[in-house]
Nanobody, 129 residues
Framework: QVQPVESGGGSVQAGGSLRLSCEAS????????VAWFRQSPGKAREGVAA????????HYVDSVKGRFTVSQDNAKNTVYLEMNSLKPEDTAMYYC??????????????????????WGQGTQVTVSS
C-alpha cells in the first residue's frame, strides 16, 4: 500500500511519552522519505520530523528536538515517532506522510505538507497539564 497507516495516539499527562507508528510500503521504489506532521485546531499543519530510511538520516524542527525521535524497523516497513517529555502544546492530530525526493536531503529540507503526496488518516495525541 502506498498510503501510510498511523497508529499509537492517545492521551497522556504532561511529561509523559507516546510512540506513534507509521506502516508503509514501497521504500526505495516509490518513496524514500517518511515524515511526521501535526495539526492543531485553527492552526496550519506543520512538519515535525522526517526520516530518510536508506541513509538513516533524520531531521527535526526546533520545537521537538531532544524530545522526539524518529526511527525505523525495515523488517516491518514501519517508522516510529517516539515522543518524550510531552507538553500540552504537543496536542494535535499527527499524520504520517511519504514521498520520493530525487535529492535525499530534501527529505528534511522540504518538510512542508504540499511536498508530500501520500498521507495517512492521522492519529490524535492529547497532552493534559
Amino acid at each position: 500500500q502506498v498510503q501510510p497507516v498511523e497508529s499509537g495516539g492517545g492521551s497522556v499527562q504532561a511529561g509523559g511519552s507516546l510512540r506513534l507508528s507509521c506502516e508503509a510500503s514501497g521504500y526505495g521504489d516509490i518513496i524514500n522519505c517518511v515524515a511526521w506532521f501535526r495539526q492543531s485546531p485553527g492552526k496550519a499543519r506543520e512538519g515535525v520530523a522526517a526520516l530518510y530510511p536508506s541513509g538513516n538520516l533524520t531531521h527535526y524542527v526546533d520545537s521537538v528536538k531532544g524530545r522526539f525521535t524518529v526511527s525505523q524497523d525495515n523488517a516491518k516497513n514501519t517508522v516510529y515517532l517516539e515522543m518524550n517529555s510531552l507538553k500540552p502544546e504537543d496536542t494535535a492530530m499527527y499524520y504520517c506522510a511519504t514521498e520520493w525526493f530525487p535529492i535525499y536531503s530534501d527529505c528534511g529540507l522540504r518538510l512542508s505538507d504540499f511536498n508530500f503526496a501520500h498521507w495517512g488518516q492521522g492519529t490524535q495525541v492529547t497532552v493534559s497539564s
